[in-house]
């Protein structure tokens, strides 16, 4: 599968973006996917997954309350709503795919495919 995110943008701190990972090659429902942010000087850090069918997520603690992720397997997307932007939100965020479908995990050694990476820039 390849997957390709897209979205991000320069935002004033406190705003919203909504990213998009769009998969194409294979069906999406095969997959839990993943959301990772590298920040710069920093390592890849994850951020949220959501199993296959969209009934179980997992979020980093730093994010909670703050993004939500979803998906829509017939558009082959999976979004993350990112709220209340900070400047430390700040980062390329890259969606990877899991061939664990079922799984929610918050380890990038899980995941099988990695997309390019949208950046995502906050300013105070």
């Known amino acids: ?12 701190a406190g705003g919203s973006l909504r990213l998009s990972c769009a998969a194409s090659g294979r069906t ?3 997959y839990s996917i993943g959301w990772f942010r590298q920040a710069p000087g920093k390592v890849r850090e994850f951020v949220a997954a959501i199993n ?12 909670k309350g ?9 558009k082959l997307t999976v979004y993350l709503q990112i709220d209340s932007l900070k400047p430390e939100d700040t980062a390329v965020y890259s969606c990877a795919a899991s061939s664990d479908y079922e799984g929610t995990k918050g ?18």
């Open 1 to 12: 599968v390849q997957l390709q995110a897209c979205g991000g943008g320069l935002v004033q």
């Open 107 to 124: 380890v990038d050694y899980v995941y099988d495919y990695w997309g390019q990476g949208t950046l995502v820039t906050v300013s105070s």
């Open 52 to 63: 296959w069918s969209g009934g179980s997520t997992y979020y980093a603690d730093s994010v």
């Open 66 to 74: 703050r993004f939500t992720i979803s998906r829509d397997n017939a």
């Open 28 to 30: 999406l429902s095969r």
